[in-house]
């Protein structure tokens, strides 16, 4: 049983960052792929990014490709996003995830085991 605990959202104006952060708890991580997904009221949880805890291999998703950072420290046994030149249109609650690594990008909230309770993050324009 993996445990997530997000902490670093908040508010912030367009063009600025954040960091987020995300610990994890549990058995050896080396076989998990960590990730984050977003989402806005009324619509669907949209995948973010993703790292293999193990190689360190990250894969993002297009609307955040450039701007967002995926990393992780090993030692703390957690994984930050770094988010930069944010955009109003990024302002959403963001969800820490995890699942056994078989495969980097898996954009479907329901192939992922694992769920941090989430933070928000809005940016203001």
């Known amino acids: 049983q993996v445990h997530l605990v997000e902490s670093g959202g908040g508010l912030v104006q367009a063009g600025g960052s954040l960091r987020l952060s995300c610990a994890a708890s549990g058995p050896t991580m080396d076989s998990y792929v960590l990730g984050w997904f977003r989402q806005d009221p009324g619509k669907e949880r949209e995948f973010v990014a993703s790292l293999d805890w193990n190689g360190g291999y990250t894969y993002y998703g297009d609307s955040v490709k450039g701007r967002f950072i995926i990393s992780r420290d090993r030692g703390k046994n957690t994984v930050y996003l770094q988010m930069n030149n944010l955009k109003p249109e990024d302002t959403a609650v963001y969800y820490c995830?995890?699942?056994?690594?078989?495969?980097?990008?898996?954009?479907?909230?329901?192939?992922?085991?694992?769920w941090g309770q989430g933070t928000q993050v809005t940016v203001s324009s």
């Open positions: 995830s995890g699942r056994l690594s078989f495969g980097l990008y898996e954009p479907n909230p329901d192939e992922w085991n694992y």
